[in-house]
């Protein structure tokens, strides 16, 4: 087979990318601050969350793309305020359908 496929690891990569900062084009901008702001919230208060857990402490905003919430967790990786562990749990969130998510580290938990 000639050229990349979706089953190149270069080629999915570049493609999740581009879907995640995507996502996050599209996002209401106050729901990314918002999350943001949740994600925060959530390192302060725990030693290890999913995206599960942020989205309880976001009950204000929303927005019409939920995807974004990949890229939220992007920028607060890039922040220093969590980072990525190579473990997941599936989804307690009904609208989600137990996907797995992917367990962050806070970088601002004190215990």
């Known amino acids: 087979m000639n050229g990349p496929t979706l089953f190149d690891p ?12 995507r996502a996050g084009a599209h996002a209401d901008a106050d729901w990314m601050v918002a999350a943001l702001a949740a994600v ?11 995206t599960d857990d942020v989205y309880e402490f976001l009950t204000e905003a929303s927005t019409h793309e939920p995807r974004a919430m990949g890229a939220v967790m992007r920028k607060a990786q890039a922040a220093g305020v ?6 997941y ?22 215990s």
Do not use: M
């Not at 270069?10 to 900062?21: G, L, R, S």
């Not at 925060?40 to 999913?50: D, P």
């Not at 969590?82 to 473990?87: F, H, I, P, R, V």
């Not at 749990?89 to 580290?105: E, G």
């Open 10 to 21: 270069v080629t999915a990569k570049a493609v999740t990318n581009e879907a995640v900062e």
């Open 40 to 50: 925060e919230a959530c390192a302060r208060g725990r030693s290890l969350f999913t």
């Open 82 to 87: 969590c980072q990525a562990t190579d473990y």
């Open 89 to 110: 749990r599936p989804s307690s969130r009904p609208q989600a359908h137990q996907n797995p998510k992917r367990v962050w580290q806070s970088l601002r938990f004190a």
